[in-house]
């Protein structure tokens, strides 16, 4: 029996958070309130305080879902972290980013400070993956994961606005070729 | 006496392209109004049908602007366009394109079109200056094009989220160790 209402709180909170993660991508932050979300996630209104704390906990468990999607991946074969997050950025909730972004950086935005966090995440997941002996002479680790990072997110920015004009198959083998051994190359 | 009316003209347009940029940056695009627009310019809301058409004749004087000054630069020395690049985004109202694009890429949204513009025209610009013996073999320059605008892109959103974490002049170095000649290496 407890077992059971532990696996029904479990698949209350997936619920959540995947409804939270459509509507903020769809509609912002913002803009999405707790009734929205709990109708959406068909679940009462009220759990989402328990689960969550408030509206910031929960955007915290989103973006920390999605990072832990985008480095353990799905579809792409595991090992190859670049393959993981080109194939991430196809995904449709993917874009709750942008929209994110474009709040975080807003004066007095009460996102920034999680959005932060992260961007840091995956710096530091990329990071872990560079040895010093890597990088092209006279640079850092710490700046060349920051490039990296930004690519995809820059990719992904002009794959989301046009799709017709970025082949990301394409991208991913310059990618591939530029990148040090650890994160992937072939 | 022509003259000076042209003169007049002139600056009106671009007080308004000036205005429209700041309120596009602070509020988005669909939350700015001609009257908003003609009160921070300081000019009869009347003209900007006059000058631009419509909302959208504005935003793309307004693209085009951003673009220009991306690519001719200013505190940066001519004929470093990454430095220019660089330079560019840490300008206050380089934030417009993060509030723009979460725009661009909402469902039916009206700037999506002006915006894959915007994003194709800095890949031409770059593209240009890219010839294919210098890349990676089996890489195409359209990709690293894709890749280089990308990495601008992403690099300006951890930047804006975070600047503290994010060192621009190391991620410039980064940047030229790893480019083509033609894009400026030093």
């Given at each position: 029996m407890a077992?059971?209402?532990?696996?029904?709180t479990e698949e209350s909170r997936r619920l959540l958070v995947t409804a939270a993660a459509e509507l903020?991508?769809?509609?912002?932050?913002?803009?999405?309130?707790?009734?929205?979300?709990?109708?959406?996630?068909?679940?009462?209104?009220?759990?989402?305080?328990?689960?969550?704390g408030n509206k910031l906990g929960l955007l915290e468990a989103v973006l920390d879902e999605q990072v832990q999607g985008m480095l353990t991946g799905t579809a792409a074969p595991p090992g190859d972290p670049l393959a993981q997050a080109m194939g991430f950025i196809r995904l449709p909730v993917t874009r709750l980013f942008i929209t994110l972004l474009a709040e975080a950086v807003e004066a007095d935005s009460p996102i920034r400070e999680h959005y932060a966090r992260l961007h840091a995440a995956l710096r530091q997941a990329v990071r872990a993956r560079i040895t010093a002996e890597e990088l092209p002479a006279g640079t850092t680790a710490e700046a060349f994961t920051v490039l990296l990072v930004g690519a995809v997110i820059g990719v992904h920015a002009q794959w989301r606005v046009a799709p017709e004009a970025v082949d990301l198959d394409a991208v991913q083998d310059v990618m591939r070729a530029l990148l040090p051994a650890g994160l992937g190359r072939a």
């Open positions: 077992t059971r209402r532990i696996q029904r903020f991508a769809e509609k912002g932050y913002r803009q999405t309130s707790f009734v929205d979300i709990a109708e959406r996630a068909g679940i009462s209104r009220g759990s989402i305080p328990w689960h969550f």
